[in-house]
C-alpha cells in the first residue's frame, strides 16, 4: 500500500513558476510508475508526466513539454513537478499517482492504481 500527499500548490502569475512536491509513503520499488496529472473544472484528468521510480527517462505532456520538468528524490521519497512558464490554461488541481510497475500506457488514469488528493494551482493574469 502506498499513499501519496501532494503539496506547494497555490496561486502563481501568469509567467510564473512553481515546484509541486508529492511525498511518498509505503513500500515503493524501482518498478514504480510515478505521474502527474491535473484536472480543469469541466474538464476530463489530464496527463502532465510520467517517470520510472528507478529512474529512466520522463515523459511529458505535449501541453506542457518544455516548460514543465518530472523529477524524483528516491532519499526522501518524493517526487516533484518543476513548472515554469505557467499559463492560465494551467489552472487545474494536480494529482501525484502511482502504481507498482511501470506501464506503456503511463499517460491514462487508468493505468495507476494510487492517488493523492491533489492540490491547487491557480494561474492569474
Known amino acids: 500500500q502506498v499513499q501519496l500527499l501532494e503539496s506547494g500548490g497555490g496561486l502563481v502569475q501568469t509567467g510564473g513558476s512553481l515546484r509541486l512536491s508529492c511525498a511518498i509513503s509505503g513500500r515503493t520499488s524501482s518498478d514504480y510508475a510515478m505521474g502527474w496529472f491535473r484536472q480543469a473544472p469541466g474538464k476530463e484528468r489530464e496527463f502532465v508526466a510520467a517517470?520510472?521510480?528507478?529512474?529512466?527517462?520522463?515523459r511529458l505532456g505535449d501541453s506542457v513539454s518544455g516548460r514543465f520538468t518530472i523529477s524524483r528524490d528516491n532519499a526522501k521519497n518524493t517526487l516533484y513537478l518543476q513548472m515554469n512558464s505557467l499559463k492560465s490554461e494551467d489552472t487545474a488541481v494536480y494529482y501525484c499517482?502511482?502504481?507498482?510497475?511501470?506501464?506503456?500506457?503511463?499517460?491514462?488514469?487508468?493505468?495507476?492504481?494510487?492517488w493523492g488528493p491533489g492540490t491547487q494551482v491557480t494561474v492569474s493574469s
Open positions: 499517482a502511482a502504481r507498482a510497475r511501470w506501464h506503456v500506457n503511463y499517460y491514462l488514469t487508468s493505468a495507476y492504481d494510487y
Open positions: 517517470v520510472r521510480w528507478g529512474g529512466g527517462r520522463t
